[in-house]
């Protein structure tokens, strides 16, 4: 492997038994190669071997220089016999602080010998690359669930080890060195056993409740709606590590501004049927099982529209099919209801307990007479107030 730097090349070796460097010119000549330690000033001749256009030199020492001069200065490389400064490990310990929830740091007990080469007589150090390898896991939106992954992190330095991203779950932190990896000649140094403590929530609110076509509702992306509406929350998170769930469910205080608590559920998944109108919050609370690292970032804004309910003035059954031919409210947020129709005679002739329903103008099968009918509704609405409302509705055709 080679790293450059202005005109160097820098080579490390698995050992020089056998090692050569070629080279091989673009006209006829004789080539005459030279060592250098730190400059072409201190370069001293060396044999070579040469056939035709091409040459070949033995290397027979490292931390040293070569080049040859025919062309004047072409092909210097440095070379480093890579067995002299493998990296010597010793420990690797996890430090666990009050910032381990969000960055885990490492100390390496180590022997990293510097590695210099000469570039004009000037000195310089090759930088080392190390690499941390331990398993994690990662969120899979589409399936739900979290995959084990093996990570790697690539390392210039190793007398202090951070990772930003401390694993989810129970793992090794293994320690290599790159170069050696490289050349076969690795050792490495292993951890023990990392008790993972760091938690990573994800949270889902879904309703199955569809909206009637009389049912008025308020526009945008905000969940909620009509009540009674009833959500399904549920908590995914990186178990067994996650080992505390909490889902919570706080109305908005207008006046104040404040969030009032309502429920607390400690399961992952919570069912809750909304009756009342306002704002509310529903989080989700992660924690491990010493409550050392704790996920609050998920929660979802619901917001429970006020009771509506509006009875039309008429309708005209049997006149146009599917165009005002049923009497039916519109509404938001009735917990209960029922309406019932009477003539005006006061007798009682149809009555019906689903808000997305209505009267399509028949008795007995039979559509009522044009004339004035009343319409009586009792209902409960979003406040828990159990309230009337009454109307004078006019059939405007019927066929009997």
């Known amino acids: 492997m080679a790293t450059k730097n202005g005109i160097t090349e820098v080579y490390l070796l698995n050992g020089l038994m056998g090692a050569q460097i070629s080279f091989t010119s673009s006209t006829p000549g004789t080539h005459q190669w030279y060592r250098f330690s730190q400059s072409i000033d201190d370069a001293v001749p060396i044999p070579c071997t040469q056939n035709g256009n091409t040459s070949v030199v033995s290397i027979t020492q490292g931390d040293c220089g070569y080049y040859v001069a025919s062309p004047i200065g072409t092909g210097y490389v440095w070379i480093v016999d890579y067995n ?45 690359e190390f690499l941390l390898s331990y398993n994690t896991l990662n969120w899979d939106e589409d399936q739900k669930v979290f995959i084990p992954i093996d990570t790697t992190l690539v390392l210039n330095n190793i007398s202090q080890i951070t990772t930003y991203s401390p694993p989810l779950t129970n793992t090794t932190f293994t ?43 308020h526009a945008g992306d905000v969940m909620g709606g009509s009540a009674p509406i009833t959500y399904t929350f549920t908590a995914y998170a990186n178990d067994p590590t996650a080992a505390l769930y909490i889902w919570k469910i706080a109305q908005l205080d207008s006046a104040t501004n404040t969030l009032t608590e309502k429920v607390r559920y400690t399961e992952k998944v919570l069912q809750y049927n909304f009756e009342q109108n306002g704002s509310y919050v529903v989080s989700l609370e992660v924690s491990d099982g010493q409550s050392v690292c704790v996920d609050t970032t998920q929660s979802f804004p619901i917001v429970i529209d006020n009771t509506l309910l509006q009875i039309p003035n008429a309708f005209s059954p049997g006149s146009s099919i599917g165009v005002n031919d049923e009497l039916r409210v519109a509404y938001t947020s009735l917990i209960a209801f029922k309406a019932s129709i009477y003539n005006r005679w006061g007798n009682l002739l149809f009555q019906w307990t689903d808000p997305a329903k209505g009267w399509d103008g028949r008795v007995n099968g039979k559509f009522v007479p044009t004339g004035v009918y009343f319409v009586i509704v009792e209902y409960k609405d979003s406040n828990g107030k159990n309230r009337t409302m009454s109307k004078a509705v006019n059939v405007l055709r019927a066929k009997e």
């Open 84 to 128: 002299l400064y493998n990296t010597k490990f010793s420990g690797l310990t996890v430090m666990e602080d009050e910032n381990s929830c969000d960055q885990l740091k490492l100390t390496a007990d180590a022997v990293v010998t510097p590695i210099y080469y000469y570039v004009n007589g000037v000195q310089n150090v090759l930088g080392r």
């Open 175 to 217: 320690l290599v060195d790159s170069f050696a990896v490289h050349l076969g000649i690795a050792q490495s140094i292993s951890s023990a056993e990392y008790t993972a403590i760091k938690v990573e929530a994800h949270g889902y609110a879904v309703t199955t409740k569809e909206n009637a076509d009389n049912e008025i509702h």
